[in-house]
């Protein structure tokens, strides 16, 4: 890791470096780039920053007021290995230049700010935050918005796409990709090429495989780090899955629920809190051997889990996996080992350091420095409220009847009951300037904004539900 500027110029001299690709994340999530020759990059771009147009960029600032800084950060320096020239990426935060202060809609800055809060609270020093982002891998998609054309198809090899998808008869049924050794699973190969690459950019893999839903379901694990690090490494992750996919002449998506009757991608999220090097949330003879305080950041995630919905499950997409009823993880209950809770507490190992929840809610197309830090600022609310503690079970809860499934409070069932949450319940996120007002609602505009234009649009469905009627 490199850890000023200075040593980025002697990279740069060293490596052969021709270009320095500048990176930042929208509000949605996505990067944003633009490319400078390497030797156009000076020490001023790093004590004055690089202007861009904020106008330009969702859920940014209108075209009044669109000048924007960036600042480099030098330790987030990596070769991009898809680049045809050596490309050096730096991500940078963004600081408004008219207050010279950090820019209050800047995810990234968010997530620094939320870090910085819990060591301020004194509760803790650290935050682990271990991702597990699943994805699909396809071989071909076409999807149109087109008013008198309007639908989407896609292709997998070891799906039952149609009559010939597979031509040597291996492949995965609905629901049974966990864990078919090939050739049912055919894209052990590029996974291991994806793991590759994310190890040559700085991000330790611990294992991949083949997920539950067919179409080349895939999840690759990535070792925990603390909660701005791992989100810049999730950015990374996506950016590497994507591209790697594309050269080997296939496409992957993160969204939570492209396939019909199978199962969708999430993300579990597990946390845990440390302080002076010794895990917290740790303590024997507890329930899962769990600490009070554990207890505490549990209650605060159930607490806010409705509003905190609208970052954790973004998308108007993200309900579509989290249907009640189904094997969703949508009932705000902890259980020691049950993955049918929102709240699992992995079993795995005995050793405290181990001692983390697994927060069973969030999907990939999270930003990752949003999700992150609400889900943080949520549990530190409960803990200094002193929350819970958390209702629990032992019961598989998708074999519960209706009746007493309907005691346990649950996720919101759309996006448009999120935001209404959010808007209603968000001072626990503005503790410490952590999110700001200006960004909360820049992002519920944003977001509420996409819900019209998928409800405008009638779909495939409708048809067949209506069109004889």
Known sequence: MLKNQKEVFKFIKDQGVEFVDVRFIDPPGRWQHFTMPADGLDAD????????????????????????????????????????????????????????????????RVAKRAEAYMKDSGIADTAYLGPEAEFFIFDSVSFNTDPYSFGFSFKAEDAHTDGDASSDGYYIKNKGGYFP????????????????????VGIPVEKHHHEVATAGQAEIDVRFDSLLSMADKLVKYKYVVRNTAVMAGKTATFMAKPIYGDNGSGMHVHISLWKGGKPLFYEKGGYADLSEMAGHFVAGLFAHAPAMAAFTNPTFNSYRRLVRGFEAPVNLIM??????????VPGYSLSPKAKNVEYRGPDPTANPYL???????????????????????????????????????????????????????????????????????????????EIEQVWQHPNPMEFDLYFDL
Not at 335 to 344: D, E, H, Q, T
Not at 420 to 427: G, M, T
């Open 335 to 344: 259980s020691a080992s049950n993955r049918s809770a929102i709240v699992r």
């Open 45 to 108: 771009a790093f004590e004055e920053g690089l202007g861009f147009d904020g106008s330009s960029i969702q859920g940014f600032e209108g075209i009044q007021s669109s000048d924007l800084l960036l600042f480099l950060d030098p330790t987030t320096a990596f070769i991009d290995p898809f680049m045809a020239n050596k490309t050096l990426v730096l991500v940078a935060d963004i600081t408004d230049p008219r207050t010279g202060q950090d820019y209050g809609k800047d995810p990234r």
């Open 181 to 200: 050794a090939p050739p049912s699973d055919k894209y052990q190969d590029l996974r291991s090429q994806m793991v590759n690459n994310l190890e040559a």
């Open 371 to 449: 999700c992150f830090s609400a889900l943080l600022m949520a549990g530190l609310d409960g803990i200094k409220k002193e929350m819970g503690p958390p209702p629990t079970t032992d019961k598989n809860l998708f074999d519960l009847p209706a009746r007493q499934l309907r005691r346990i409070k649950q996720l919101p069932e759309s996006l448009a009951e999120a935001l209404d949450a959010l808007e209603k319940d968000n001072a626990f996120l503005l503790e410490g300037g952590v999110f700001t007002k200006e960004l909360i609602e820049s992002y519920i505009e944003l977001k509420r904004d």
